[in-house]
């Protein structure tokens, strides 16, 4: 387990570390972002879909549950916010070992279907414009990619 911790003070700090993460990931990976409303979950999702080459608008799937973007690795985006006990339903697997990069905003309502290694990023509102991203990285994978990321 390794954990690392950044401060970003604009919305556009937020989008470019994020835009860099999109450039790193590969299939397989998967990305959860916690939370509260606003905290920045989907902007976050936003850059990493322009480091991944994603053309196009990225938005919250609230309704949704998951949107799938294409840049140069598929992007599943899922926001679970408003799932209730239909997890199993979904098919959530499909994703997350896929030839696809996984982004969960709200992961705590799918836990059981996470994969075990994920790495996991929980946003905090500092004040207006400054949020706290933590991130831990519990694979190997996800420890070699948070070092590539942010050391
Ligand atoms: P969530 O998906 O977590 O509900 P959103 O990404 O939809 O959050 O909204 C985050 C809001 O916070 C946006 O309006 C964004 O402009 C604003 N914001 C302010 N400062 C930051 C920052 N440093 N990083 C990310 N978003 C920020
Ligand atoms: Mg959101």
């Known amino acids: 387990m390794q954990e690392w911790t950044v401060v970003t003070r604009s919305p556009d ?10 450039q790193l990931v590969a ?3 998967v990305i959860t972002l916690a939370g509260d409303l606003g905290a920045g979950k989907t902007s ?3 850059g990493l879909a322009k480091g991944l080459g994603v053309k196009g608008v990225v938005n919250s799937p609230t309704f949704t549950i998951i949107k799938e ?3 140069r690795l ?3 985006h899922m926001d679970v916010y408003r799932m209730e006990d239909e ?13 696809g990069v996984s982004v969960v905003e709200w992961p705590t309502r799918i836990e059981e279907q996470l994969p075990e290694n ?3 990023i929980a946003i905090y509102h500092l004040d207006e414009t400054s949020r706290k991203l933590t991130v831990t990285a519990s694979g190997e994978r996800e420890q070699q990619l948070g070092k590539e990321w942010l050391e």
């Open 13 to 22: 700090e937020t989008a470019g570390l994020a835009e860099r993460l999109g």
């Open 27 to 29: 299939a397989g990976d």
């Open 44 to 46: 976050f999702t936003k």
């Open 69 to 71: 973007y294409q840049g």
């Open 74 to 76: 598929p992007l599943y």
């Open 87 to 99: 997890a199993e339903e979904l098919g959530l697997e499909e994703y997350f070992y896929g030839e």
């Open 118 to 120: 994920h790495l996991s």
